[in-house]
């Protein structure tokens, strides 16, 4: 299991992505119910940007 990528430093921009770690407030509220591969995805990405 891919353990979340929080940080404890929830904010939200202006477009609703974590100023902590990166994730949509989607990606965050359906990161539990997400299979390892769709986590691997949001977490690559989030390591791109």
Request: charged share 25%.
């Amino acid at each position: 299991m891919t353990e979340s990528p929080c940080v404890g430093r929830c904010a939200l921009d202006e477009e609703e992505v974590c100023l902590g770690c990166g994730r949509t407030m989607a990606e965050i509220q359906g990161w539990a119910s997400l299979s390892t591969a769709e986590r691997r995805a949001v977490l690559d990405r989030v390591a791109n940007n």
